[in-house]
């Protein structure tokens, strides 16, 4: 079935690192996907999403490509800040992956 | 624009009990869907409303149910509680889910109810 697989946590960083969450999809078609956040205590919201091959979702400083040839749309940050702190999930429709907690520290 | 909302945040039940909690979607979202969240299984799909009509199912067991209303609000229901049932259970509206993967809309999610079965 149509799915994705997220790179597993925790991962730790110092503020200004750089951030890099893999994510691949396995589908049939060409879906949208998307990164949602969940900060402490929160429910999840969008972060980015990408409709079609090549496109680049982007927001708050973080990027993502939909990369058909590799079924893939990673999520990147050049400079992350301890705001940052928060699980990190890559999506496709209904399949969740299973979340990446992402810690900065100052 | 008001948010996704969820009722109750809270609940504690015992064991075998029924519960049903509650969410209503951003206004003009027809779509509503369910997910349950855990720390060992992590975000898991229930099931997804379209126009008062169940349109997607996840992988669980008829204890778990759901229905919508005209105005978009929906419910879900569990019957017979396990202990297993503990969890938080997440609410997403979106303007639509397509029958398609290339059709899905991002989805708004309400803060989740957090239910506890002992």
């Known amino acids: 079935g149509d799915s994705v697989t997220q790179m597993e946590g925790p991962v730790t960083l110092s503020e200004e690192a750089f951030l890099t969450i893999n994510c691949t999809y396995t589908?049939?078609?060409?879906?949208?996907l998307f990164w949602y956040v969940q900060y402490p205590g929160e429910g999840l919201q969008l972060l980015l999403k990408?409709?079609?091959?090549?496109d680049k979702g982007s927001n708050k400083g973080f990027e993502a490509t939909y990369r058909k040839e590799t079924t893939s749309f990673h999520l990147e940050k050049g400079s992350v800040q301890v705001s940052d702190s928060a699980v990190y999930f890559c999506?496709?429709?209904?399949?969740f992956g299973a979340g990446t907690t992402v810690t900065v520290r100052a | 624009k008001a948010g996704v909302t969820q009722t109750p945040r809270y609940l504690i039940k015992t064991r075998g009990q029924q519960v049903t909690l509650s969410c209503s979607p951003i206004?003009?979202?027809?779509?509503v869907s369910w997910y349950q969240q855990t720390p060992g299984q992590g975000l898991q799909f229930l099931f997804e409303?379209?126009?008062?009509?169940?349109?997607n199912k996840g992988n669980f067991p008829g204890r778990f149910s759901g229905r919508q209303f005209s105005n978009s609000r929906s419910e879900m229901n569990v019957s017979t509680l396990e202990l297993g049932d503990s969890a938080l259970y997440l609410c997403?509206?979106?303007?639509?889910?397509?029958?398609?993967?290339?059709?899905?809309?991002?989805?708004?999610f309400g803060p989740g109810t957090r239910l506890t079965v002992t």
């Open positions: 997403a509206s979106s303007l639509a889910m397509g029958k398609s993967l290339a059709e899905s809309y991002e989805q708004y």
């Open positions: 589908a049939t078609g060409y879906p949208s």
């Open positions: 990408a409709t079609k091959a090549d």
């Open positions: 999506a496709l429709s209904t399949s």
């Open positions: 206004s003009g979202h027809r779509s």
């Open positions: 409303y379209f126009s008062e009509t169940q349109r």
